[in-house]
């Protein structure tokens, strides 16, 4: 079991830690006896928090710099222990301990009692999720082992935690550098009839939960390794609640696609029938389904997740840069990742005083912020509320993990951020002269957007470029755009980072929007568009319209493309056939080889 | 599921993780235990498949056991094996048994500069030929951005410290001190030009665990962890002229177990038989500046 131990600047933690190794007995021989040597060369006196001080800077320092793990085991199981550090410049530590944790210590020291760390901590510990937690009430030595400063600090610090809803399991009085209540009750505090630490360790419980809940699998991957002489085609991931078996019905999402399930796949073990709430493996599925890493696979009999793009949030932001709105960053929740904008804050807490702000316009570092976000693309999640697992995200900003969040809610029904935005433009669009009923009649056909898209190398820019030359040689007004060109062109500010994926989608949108109100056809390519990237087109593109031709294996989910076209045909055929269905929909009169 | 069943479950996930994410990513095998599991662990995420490069750094005084080991199995599993070596530090003999430098200098010049540079393509990679059974220069040179690594918290304090996926900076340099926050199990997986990111699939695993795991699923490991009659074997495996054996008399992984369990040896630090890690700085030196 993972435990963490959390609390304020030198109330003890990794006293504790040291006393809770010792005790049961985990310290090899020559550990204690270089740090005892360590003190003595430096003329310290030893305490058990130098154990766990390994790092020379961190000595030097005399704070845990870094959240460091700690082995041992009672006779009822193995743990892992996670320092985590008190210090306010080492938050991201402290939450990369704590979002591990099944299970919290909260050290607090008696004399100087309740301190800023002792209740941000509290704070992060429940945002993070950690359910069980039990107060350790150190350095009772120096309050004379006083039973009622015990229950006065119990008392005051209950009801911080009730006002952020956390109800701790116990609260234990201890002294750790002496050993009091540690491993065994301590004499001089006969007043105490609750457990020692060791023992509430061993009562705390393992999550078990999750396996009763609905199946959960977000897919990490899809596995075919032809080339081994294997051809299975694997879905790959960990499931994260639930249970799903041999036979049962799946239904992936965003997409939306269904399958069932024909075997559980797995190396060096016994043929599994059932795949359960932990475990890492994978399945084949009864029919070829086109779907991407980063779906949720689900039981579409049981309670299904929320799809959405617009969504309430709690975040908590540790990066050094704000959070700002406009911005484009990067989400990622269970397998999916997607680009996403902060929409709203609602309100803002400072984690370092507590304070509490409703008209914050950024996220600064340590705010934990009350947002709503929109992503460019519809995921699939639970309200945290629901099942914790597939409802915990964390923001990524110029390479880095930057925040860390739960989702509250859907607000799917909402207006979005792009339809705002495409609301507002079309409100203000200057219009000039010319009707655009007289430029059809003038250029001899009407304006239009055409995609080719599907996977890469199957000629679509070939395709593409020939069927501009063929309307050119039509003296139809057609231009075809290279998205090269705008990489290094319109989109050079954008570099090569994937945040920007939503941004780059909007600018040809946008070029669509003004080159078909000058009345052109307008081509370009764009590499495997999914259904999220047409449907952003389509609205930048509004007033005009789009038209989409699928070329190769069709990886849409719910679009239907106008056109689909083989990947291994003649150039001269397909652009026949494009120019065809431009007759039919009477975007041009006529074509001629 | 028991307590190695959740470890294996996790490694997997993180090794996973890593093949999804980065599109230039090797293992380093050091052929000992521990990286042995994880090579074991690659075969559990790819389903007996092991899609990634494995590299392991030669200083031609590896215990010549290992290296034999080492081409068995590259050849049994199919493994897309690589090796690098320090051959300018070679060839000048700037080498501790050569008697020109110190242990920690040896190290840093016939592991730390060879992966560094073995990494980052400078250096030439020889890679296993499946036809000819033998190495042959591979003209593959990208620098890997993705590196797993087999180490273990509990080894020893600074390992401890380490995040399953820690970035490295262009000069190979860990900073400890400020290191990216792992929420949940949302790892550091975008990293900047010219950084490469190290991904520790075992960080949570003890020795015991680990030994445990290579008696469950059986997994084949070096005759040097064991005594063959002598009454010592190699707790820790590395270059003959600085490792030692301990006096143990466990013949089998089983034996091991209980060794680890009850015997003498839970009071001896496992890499007690290194002699490098007790001259000044010792490992953390050594790590600080790209060692393993």
């Keep these: 079991m993972n435990i963490v131990i959390v609390g304020h600047v030198d109330h003890g933690k990794s006293t504790v830690i040291g006393r809770l190794l010792a005790d049961t007995g985990t310290l090899p021989k020559g550990k204690l006896e270089s740090v005892k040597e360590n003190c003595r060369r430096n003329s310290k006196p030893f305490e058990y928090a130098f154990l766990l001080d390994a790092l020379k800077d961190e000595q030097s320092q005399g704070i845990t710099i870094d959240m460091a793990r700690c082995f041992f085991k009672t006779a009822e199981r193995d743990y892992i222990i996670i320092d985590a550090p008190g210090h306010i410049e080492f938050l991201k530590n402290m939450i990369t301990g704590a979002s591990r944790a099944e299970s919290a210590l909260l050290v607090i020291d008696v004399d100087e009692g309740i301190r800023e760390n002792s209740k941000r901590h509290g704070q992060m510990v429940s945002?993070?999720?950690?359910?069980?937690?039990?107060?350790?009430?150190?350095?009772?030595?120096?309050?004379?082992?006083?039973?009622?400063?015990?229950?006065?600090?119990?008392?005051?610090?209950?009801?911080?935690?009730?006002?952020?809803?956390?109800?701790?399991?116990?609260?234990?009085?201890?002294?750790?550098?002496?050993?009091?209540?540690?491993?065994?009750?301590?004499?001089?505090?006969?007043?105490?009839?609750?457990?020692?630490?060791l023992q509430q360790l061993d009562r705390f419980t393992n999550n078990k939960q999750l396996q009763d809940k609905p199946f959960r699998f977000p897919v990490q991957d899809i596995y075919k390794f032809t080339r081994q002489n294997d051809d299975r085609r694997i879905v790959a991931g960990s499931v994260s609640a639930g249970s799903v078996s041999v036979g049962d019905e799946v239904l992936f999402l965003p997409s939306g696609k269904q399958s069932a399930i024909q075997s559980v796949e797995s190396f060096n073990t016994t043929p599994k029938q059932i795949a359960i709430t932990g475990e890492a493996l994978g399945f084949t599925l009864t029919t070829q389904i086109y779907i991407r890493p980063g779906e949720l696979m689900v039981k579409p009999s049981e309670p299904l997740p929320e799809v959405g793009t617009r969504f309430r949030v709690n975040i908590f932001w540790v990066g050094r840069a704000p959070m700002i709105m406009q911005k484009e960053y990067k989400l990622k929740i269970g397998s999916a990742r997607t680009s996403v904008k902060l929409a709203e804050i609602c309100n803002t807490l400072d984690a370092s005083d507590l304070s509490y702000s409703k008209n914050k316009h950024q996220l600064d570092c340590r705010d934990v912020g009350e947002c709503i976000l929109e992503t460019s693309r519809p995921i699939a999640f639970d309200p945290a509320s629901a099942s914790e697992t597939t409802g915990r995200f964390v923001i990524v900003d110029n390479y880095e993990i930057t925040g860390g969040g739960i989702v509250i809610e859907n607000l799917s029904t909402d207006e979005t951020l792009l339809q705002r935005h495409i609301r507002e433009r079309e409100n203000n669009w200057e219009k000039g002269l010319i009707r655009s009923e007289e430029r059809e009649l003038a250029n001899r056909h009407r304006a239009k957007f055409i995609v080719f898209t599907g996977v890469p190398g199957t000629g679509k820019r070939s395709v593409a470029k020939a069927l501009e030359q063929g309307l050119f040689a039509n003296r139809l007004n057609a231009y075809y755009l290279g998205v090269a060109n705008i990489d290094r062109g319109l989109d050079a500010d954008l570099g090569y980072h994937v945040d920007n994926a939503g941004e780059r989608m909007r600018r040809i949108g946008e070029l669509a929007r003004i080159l078909t109100d000058a009345g052109l056809i307008f081509i370009t390519t764009i590499d495997d568009a999914d259904d999220y990237d047409i449907e952003t087109l389509k609205q930048l593109n509004e007033p005009s319209d789009i038209l989409v031709v699928n070329m190769g294996e069709n990886g849409f989910s719910r679009y239907h493309p106008d056109l689909q076209l083989p990947a291994g045909g003649t150039i001269a055929d397909a652009v026949k056939e494009v120019a065809d269905m431009l007759k039919t929909k009477e975007i041009i009169i006529e074509y001629q080889i | 599921m028991d307590h190695l069943d959740k470890l294996e479950a996790q490694s997997v996930y993180i090794l996973r993780e890593a093949y999804r994410e980065f599109k230039s990513l090797c293992m380093l095998w050091s052929i000992g235990k521990d990286s042995t599991v994880m090579l074991w662990l690659a075969r559990k995420a790819f389903f007996g498949h092991v899609p990634i490069p494995l590299v392991h750094i030669d200083t031609h005084y590896k215990i010549p056991e290992m290296i034999l080991y080492r081409d068995r199995i590259a050849l049994e599993w199919n493994l897309n094996m690589m090796y690098g070596e320090n051959r300018e530090a070679l060839e000048s003999k700037l080498t501790f048994p050569d008697g020109n430098t110190d242990r920690i200098t040896c190290c840093k010049y016939l592991k730390s500069e060879a992966l560094?540079?073995?990494?980052?393509?400078?250096?030439?990679?020889?890679?296993?030929?499946?036809?000819?059974?033998?190495?042959?220069?591979?003209?593959?040179?990208?620098?890997?951005?993705?590196?797993?690594?087999?180490?273990?918290?509990?080894?020893?304090?600074?390992?401890?410290?380490?995040?399953y996926f820690s970035p490295r900076d262009k000069d190979n340099v860990w900073d400890v001190g400020d290191q990216p926050p792992e929420f949940w199990n949302q790892f550091k997986t975008d990293f900047s030009p010219g950084t490469h990111v190290r991904i520790h699939p075992l960080l949570d695993w003890t020795e015991l665990n680990i030994w445990e795991y290579i008696e469950r699923e059986k997994i084949p490991v070096v005759s040097l962890y064991f005594n063959q009659g002598s009454g010592t074997r190699y707790r820790s495996l590395g270059c003959y002229p600085c490792t030692n054996p301990v006096d143990s008399g466990s013949r089998t992984v089983s034996e091991i177990i209980d060794e680890l369990k009850s015997g003498r040896l839970s009071n001896i630090a496992e890499r007690s038989g290194r002699a490098q890690d007790s001259e000044d700085g010792g490992l953390e030196t050594l790590r600080r500046d790209g060692y393993m």
């Design chain 2, 116 to 163: 560094k540079h073995t990494l980052s393509g400078e250096w030439p990679r020889y890679r296993m030929d499946h036809d000819l059974k033998h190495y042959v220069p591979d003209e593959g040179k990208e620098p890997y951005t993705g590196v797993i690594v087999g180490v273990r918290a509990d080894e020893e304090g600074s390992r401890s410290k380490e995040r």
């Design chain 1, 127 to 197: 945002m993070l999720g950690v359910k069980q937690v039990t107060v350790l009430v150190n350095k009772m030595d120096l309050v004379n082992f006083s039973e009622e400063v015990f229950e006065k600090l119990k008392a005051d610090y209950s009801d911080f935690l009730a006002q952020i809803k956390v109800k701790p399991v116990s609260f234990i009085p201890v002294s750790a550098r002496e050993g009091d209540n540690i491993a065994t009750l301590s004499g001089r505090m006969p007043w105490y009839k609750g457990a020692t630490v």
